[in-house]
């Protein structure tokens, strides 16, 4: 069923909402999906955990090429980064692939199929590049902690560990890094977003959630958090709500925002990717 007129509202912010958006070739098709990023030129990298697990369109919903089936056993979470790199979270081999806009592969932290009790990593979930060079990796479904490591890949430090009180996770999802350093980080069992220094000291927790599963911080730091409500919630870097609206069906497991201000979505339990177009 086509959806493409509807329209929602974000504070003061009203977008028109396309679903099912973006065109495929014969033999490509939308599986599992993860995630979504978008790079400089307001291309769109769908991550899902099926063949092929890269998809990329560019902003008007044309298809512009796939990669990833040799690389990608389990993929879980994306990000790119200032430079273009599409750094990719392989969950279930337990590693971090960095690759280049066109699938080749640049190099890697952690080891392929060897999970590790302590660091890194067993089955994480997500990555981010700070504006400082830092990488942060929320790892989340055995070890239950962040790591952050040094732009070379050297390990840093960790954080966390498995419970409902500050600096404690159940299941750390979606993360993320604020122009200004501090780390957010997607508590989804415990319903939250919990705010940490750079260094990993707690600093807050925001509520009001179900389940988060995405993190977005876009030009402007405005934070974007999806959950299984569905929902999305728009806040400020002080966790102050800007608004929230219902923008897919069944859970926006990946959401990005692009250079022109149009928001994307992925569902892994829905068939469709949805857009989001700002209205003037």
């Not at 769908?46 to 089936?69: A, C, K």
């Not at 590693?95 to 080891?111: H, N, P």
């Not at 979505?265 to 990717?273: A, G, N, Q």
Request: net charge negative.
């Amino acid at each position: 069923m086509r959806q493409d007129r509807l329209v929602c509202v974000i504070g003061t912010r009203r977008y028109a909402v396309e679903r099912p958006w973006g065109r495929l070739p014969e033999g490509v098709s939308l599986g599992n999906k993860s995630k979504i990023a978008c790079d400089s030129k307001g291309n769109v990298f769908l991550l899902q955990r099926t063949d092929p697990p890269v998809i990329v369109f560019d902003s008007e919903g044309n298809y512009l090429r796939s990669w990833g089936g040799d690389l990608l056993a389990d993929a879980h979470g994306i990000f790119i980064d200032s430079g273009d790199r599409v750094w990719i979270v392989d969950r279930d081999s337990h590693q971090v692939l960095v690759c280049s806009a066109d699938g080749r592969l640049l190099w890697t932290l952690g080891e392929r199929h060897a999970p590790r009790t302590q660091a890194p990593f067993n089955h994480p979930t997500d990555v981010a590049v700070a504006p400082d060079g830092d990488i942060y990796v929320a790892d989340g479904y055995a070890n239950t902690c962040v790591h952050r490591f040094a732009s070379d890949g050297a390990l840093k430090q960790s954080w966390g560990e498995p419970g409902s009180g500050p600096g404690q996770f159940t299941t750390p999802h979606g993360i993320r890094v604020l122009t200004d350093g501090r780390v957010l980080v997607g508590d989804r069992e415990n319903d939250r977003v919990q705010v940490f220094s750079s260094d990993g000291r707690w600093l807050a927790s925001w509520t009001g959630f179900f389940h988060p599963m995405d993190i977005h911080v876009d030009a402007e730091g405005l934070v974007y958090v999806s959950d299984q409500i569905p929902r999305v919630t728009v806040l400020r870097d002080d966790g102050s709500v800007v608004g929230r609206c219902r923008p897919v069906l069944m859970g926006g497991h990946g959401m990005t925002r692009d250079p022109a201000g149009n928001l994307y979505f992925c569902e892994t339990r829905w068939p469709d990717l949805t857009k989001l177009t700002p209205i003037d």
